[in-house]
T-cell receptor, first 112, second 112 residues
Framework: SQKIEQNSEALNIQEGKTATLTCNYT??????LQWYRQDPGRGPVFLLL?????KEKRKERLKVTFDTTLKQSLFHITASQPADSATYLC???????????FGKGTTLSVSS | EADIYQTPRYLVIGTGKKITLECSQT?????MYWYQQDPGMELHLIHY???????EKGDLSSESTVSRIRTEHFPLTLESARPSHTSQYLC???????????FGNGTRLTVT
C-alpha cells in the first residue's frame, strides 16, 4: 500500500537559516504532490503543488523539488522566521485517485 | 482565506449520545471530504463526496455516516458516540481532482 514518510518529526533551526524538509513515498507514482502548513488547533493550509514533470517550484521564500526517480520531494524555506514555525505536511493522491493522503508532518521551530 | 466552516469547534459529550458535526462551504466546490486526525498523527480520510447525493467511505473505517443533500453542506453524524471516537475531525473541499484542499478549522470531539 502507499506510504508517505516525512524525515523527522521535529526540526529546530535559527532565524535566517534555510529549513529543508523531506517527504519520501513508496509503492506509487503520483502525478503531483502538495505541501500544506498546519498550525496548532487549525486545519491545514495549502502552500504549493508540484507536478511530476516539474523539477522545481517556487513561491516567495518557499521552494519545492520533486524527484520521481528517488520518490522524494524536498521543501525549503529560505531566510526562515519565527512565524514559519508550524507543522508542514506533504500529501499525494491515493492510488484509487479519490482523495489526498497525508504524511505525519514535520514540526519546524524557528528560534530568534 | 477559504470559506469553509465547521461547527462546533469543540464538543464534549457523553457516551451513547448522537452527534452531528456541521461543515459548510460557500465556494461551490463539488468535492468534499472528512478527515480524522489524532494529536501528532497523520490525517486519515473517513468519507468523501463528489457531489449531491454522492458519498463514499474513505481509507479509514469509521462508524460515522455522512450526507450530501446540498452542494454546500456535508454533515457527519455519529449515532452513538464512544470514547474511541475522541479525535479531531477536519472537513475539506476542492474544486477538482488536482486542486488543493481547503480545510475548515476542525471540530475537536471528546467523548467521556
Amino acid at each position: 500500500s502507499q506510504k508517505i514518510e516525512q524525515n523527522s518529526e521535529a526540526l529546530n533551526i535559527q532565524e535566517g537559516k534555510t529549513a529543508t524538509l523531506t517527504c519520501n513515498y513508496t509503492n506509487y507514482s503520483p502525478a503531483y504532490l502538495q505541501w500544506y502548513r498546519q498550525d496548532p488547533g487549525r486545519g491545514p493550509v495549502f502552500l504549493l503543488l508540484i507536478r511530476e514533470n516539474e523539477k522545481e517550484k517556487r513561491k516567495e521564500r518557499l521552494k519545492v523539488t520533486f524527484d520521481t526517480t528517488l520518490k522524494q520531494s524536498l521543501f525549503h524555506i529560505t531566510a526562515s522566521q519565527p512565524a514559519d514555525s508550524a507543522t508542514y505536511l506533504c500529501a499525494l493522491l491515493n492510488q484509487a485517485g479519490t482523495a489526498l493522503i497525508f504524511g505525519k508532518g514535520t514540526t519546524l521551530s524557528v528560534s530568534s | 482565506e477559504a470559506d469553509i466552516y465547521q461547527t462546533p469547534r469543540y464538543l464534549v459529550i457523553g457516551t451513547g449520545k448522537k452527534i452531528t458535526l456541521e461543515c459548510s462551504q460557500t465556494m461551490g466546490h463539488d468535492k468534499m471530504y472528512w478527515y480524522q486526525q489524532d494529536p501528532g498523527m497523520e490525517l486519515h480520510l473517513i468519507h468523501y463526496s463528489y457531489g449531491v447525493n454522492s458519498t463514499e467511505k474513505g481509507d479509514l473505517s469509521s462508524e460515522s455516516t455522512v450526507s450530501r443533500i446540498r452542494t454546500e453542506h456535508f454533515p457527519l453524524t455519529l449515532e452513538s458516540a464512544r470514547p474511541s471516537h475522541t479525535s479531531q475531525y477536519l472537513c475539506a473541499s476542492a474544486q477538482g481532482n488536482n486542486s488543493p484542499l481547503h480545510f475548515g478549522n476542525g471540530t475537536r470531539l471528546t467523548v467521556t
